[in-house]
């Protein structure tokens, strides 16, 4: 409880400086870089209480500034004397036995590696180094970061293997690791972690995104613009219906869109573009009453656009585009005007459409998607007790 607060009050601290500004999608808080402070105001001239647990911050954060080669903010330059809690980007708990409890360097634009000797500062709640130039991998010693909650490295120059460390750390809800180097499978404990917010784009992520996937409690989750293949896992349908946002986007993805997809009536970002997904759209999207953005362009999708997917009450922005779509209802016309893109289709009387060779053959056409059962008109209410009766699965047979 007493961590819990005291991220809190960071996060008001953070707000109070000039150069505040938000570095995330809706969650998490990434500011610029002020002097640290905390709950009784250890100044730069305050000495430091006897014994207190600010010797080992000292330890740590003296290695890792040997560690920085590149510092042109000049922020290093507070870095001197023992009294931690005077540097700029160090925030501070002073209430009783002083601790680190926060390290905010976004912008710094600091050049050199994260050393072992972070995990010192045991007691940090958030540790936000985002829009940097560090490099090498994450060290195994962050499992020390026992009650660490945010953790955004995003934007840096990191690299190696998904940092399986992070799933090590008890109190992590919000982890950032997009637009760096790391390669390689994502671990399946991943999506068994309560973590509120994953961020893992631009990277280079490969293989198939784990079965697991439906065990996460995340509101967002943005896993664009890697190299993950294979379908999109049935699981999906079983996720936590608070799921706001999910960005699948530029990816090698194949197979169908699970007709689970409609139990998350808070949904507001859906983005499966640049992929390769085949087969009909699931009529479960009706259900998707909060979405405002649904991106489904660049993919071999086909069939027709429903009018109940185009009647959506809080749709801003439906694209449909490069696909193999072969008409829509006349409520869609009401969308061109709201950023309707349906370009480079098959839909029969209408401009910038595929040429006629190319809507012969539908790509993947004898694949099955095999769907649950709905009723007629869909009540959309029902579909997460139904879909934990059942799992959905790709089946290719002979014909259609």
Not at 71 to 82: A, H
Not at 160 to 181: A, E, H, I, K, Q
Not at 253 to 276: A, H, K, R, Y
Not at 325 to 335: A, H, I, N, V
Request: charged content about 15%.
């Amino acid at each position: 409880m007493q961590k819990t607060m005291i991220l809190s009050i960071l996060h008001i601290l953070l707000l109070l400086f000039p150069n505040a500004a938000k570095a995330s999608i809706g969650i998490g808080i990434g500011v610029g870089i002020g002097i640290g402070t905390g709950n009784g105001g250890v100044g730069a001239n305050t000495p430091l209480p006897s014994g207190s647990n600010l010797n080992n911050a000292y330890t740590a954060l003296q290695a890792w500034k040997t560690s920085i080669t590149d510092d042109p903010l000049k922020i290093l330059d507070t870095w001197i004397g023992s009294n931690v809690c005077s540097y700029k980007g160090i925030f501070c708990d002073t209430s009783e036995t002083p601790f680190v409890a926060g390290i905010d360097l976004n912008h710094a634009n600091l050049q050199g590696t994260l050393v072992k000797e972070l995990s010192l500062l045991s007691d940090i709640t958030l540790l936000h180094l985002n829009s940097n130039k560090f490099s090498g991998t994450v060290p195994d010693t962050f499992k020390d970061f026992t009650f660490l909650q945010e953790l955004d490295l995003s934007n840096n120059q990191l690299s190696g293997s998904f940092p399986t460390v992070t799933l090590d750390m008890p109190s992590l809800v919000y982890l950032d690791l997009r637009f760096n180097n790391f390669k390689g499978s994502l671990p399946e404990e991943l999506f068994n972690k309560k973590l509120d917010a994953i961020f893992l784009n631009n990277n280079q992520f490969s293989g198939e995104i784990p079965q697991s996937f439906g065990n996460s409690p995340a509101s967002v989750i943005n896993l664009a613009n890697n190299k993950l293949s294979g379908n999109i896992p049935a699981s999906f349908g079983f996720m936590s219906s608070k799921l706001k946002e999910i960005l699948f986007l530029n990816n090698q993805l194949t197979g169908c869109i699970p007709q689970g997809v409609g139990i998350f009536t808070e949904m507001q970002v859906l983005d499966v573009s640049f992929n390769s997904l085949v087969g009909h759209l699931p009529d479960t999207i009706s259900c998707l009453q909060d979405i405002e953005v649904l991106n489904l362009g660049h993919n071999k999708l086909s069939g027709d656009i429903s009018d109940v997917i185009c009647s959506l009450r809080s749709l801003l922005n439906l694209t449909v585009a490069y696909n193999f779509f072969s008409g829509f209802s006349q409520e869609c016309s009401r969308l061109f005007n709201i950023g309707f893109d349906f370009t480079d289709n098959c839909i029969p009387g209408r401009n910038m459409q595929r040429p006629s060779p190319e809507c012969s053959v539908i790509p993947d056409v004898n694949l099955n998607c095999l769907r649950i059962p709905t009723p007629k008109p869909l009540v959309c209410g029902t579909l997460a007790s139904r879909a934990s009766n059942f799992k959905y699965t790709n089946i290719h047979s002979s014909s259609p």
